[in-house]
């Protein structure tokens, strides 16, 4: 079993999508750890409907293939489409960070992903939720790649949420 990491973003119908994206991977995985839910203004994007963003935490044996496959899936089955443009609105937007320590392109995927680097919606809910684990190729912990984070052209706040009958924070 490895210890998997995605991060989560919706800036269309925001509640409804993270709630889905949150019951479909507790139903297929099980036990989540689930981070503070922030809501954070567009990175790249023309349109300018806030997102929510968070990172989410499990374990499993699929391959990076099946989990790839798996998240496309539920971002289309969510009303994104394949053709749509890349800094265009979301539904859902899944995006594999970690797969256990794996680094290079595995069934055509680039793990880790490159955005915990560049992008504080991603790395401050990584490193809150998992401040001790290392970048699998920077070897920091994420709590230290946060803290060295120059976040001053991104802006983003954590909001309260619930999910199943607990909050989110």
């Given at each position: 079993m490895a210890l998997i990491s995605v991060s989560i973003g919706s800036n269309i119908d925001r509640d409804h999508h993270v709630r889905t994206c949150l019951d479909a991977?507790?139903?297929?995985f099980g036990t989540l750890a689930v981070s503070r839910i922030f809501e954070s203004e567009p990175v790249g994007f023309e349109d300018g409907r806030n997102f929510f963003n968070l990172v989410v935490a499990f374990e499993s044996h699929w391959t990076v293939g099946e989990l790839q496959a798996w998240c496309k899936r539920?971002?289309?089955a969510n009303g994104r489409r394949e053709d749509s443009p890349k800094f265009s609105p979301r539904t859902?937007?899944?995006d594999l960070l970690t797969v256990g320590e794996l680094t290079g392109i595995h069934d055509g995927v680039a793990l880790p992903r490159e955005e915990i680097?560049?992008?504080?919606?991603v790395l401050q809910p990584l490193a809150e939720l998992l401040p001790e684990t290392p970048h699998p190729l920077d070897g920091r912990p994420y709590a230290q790649l946060w803290a060295s984070f120059n976040a001053a052209d991104q802006c983003l706040w954590p909001i309260e949420f619930s999910w199943k009958p607990r909050a989110v924070r």
């Open positions: 991977l507790s139903a297929t539920l971002e289309f859902l937007d899944i680097l560049h992008h504080a919606f």
